[in-house]
């Protein structure tokens, strides 16, 4: 069950890692959707942890079992990004700033000092 809101988030979610749209529909009165998916199990690992922030820690997650299947051909989204930390004491340079944007998000700038292990 997902709130009317984060459903649009969810599917993608779903079709990223494969998963075939089993049924969709609402919960009179109550602002949520329920949706079904048939998802491979490597398309499972690490999915909760993207739906509830997709969509803010409100999804209500059910998983069972369904079948033995051939694989789905094609890649799976991996987790996208992480946490990066600072390596050792100094200021940020703009050259470690390029190497690590592709891997999260950026909350430092060149020139800022930092710590290490600082986020």
């Known amino acids: 069950r997902v709130p009317e809101e984060y459903v649009g988030g969810v599917v993608d979610l779903f079709?990223?890692?494969?998963?075939?749209?089993?049924?969709?529909?609402?919960?009179?009165g109550e602002g949520m959707s329920v949706v079904k998916y048939l998802v491979p199990t490597r398309g499972m690992l690490g999915l909760r942890s993207a739906l509830l922030t997709a969509t803010r820690g409100t999804a209500i997650i059910d998983s069972v079992f369904d079948s033995y299947r051939g694989m789905i051909p094609g890649e799976i989204q991996a987790r996208d990004k992480g946490s990066l930390l600072a390596f050792s004491d100094g200021e940020v340079t703009s050259f470690g700033l390029e190497g690590a944007q592709d891997r999260g998000k950026?909350?430092?700038?060149?020139?800022d000092s930092v710590y290490k292990g600082m986020m």
Do not use: H, V
Request: aromatic share 0%; no cysteine.
């Open 15 to 28: 079709n990223q890692r494969k998963g075939e749209l089993q049924d969709m529909g609402l919960e009179e």
């Open 106 to 111: 950026m909350m430092a700038s060149p020139g």
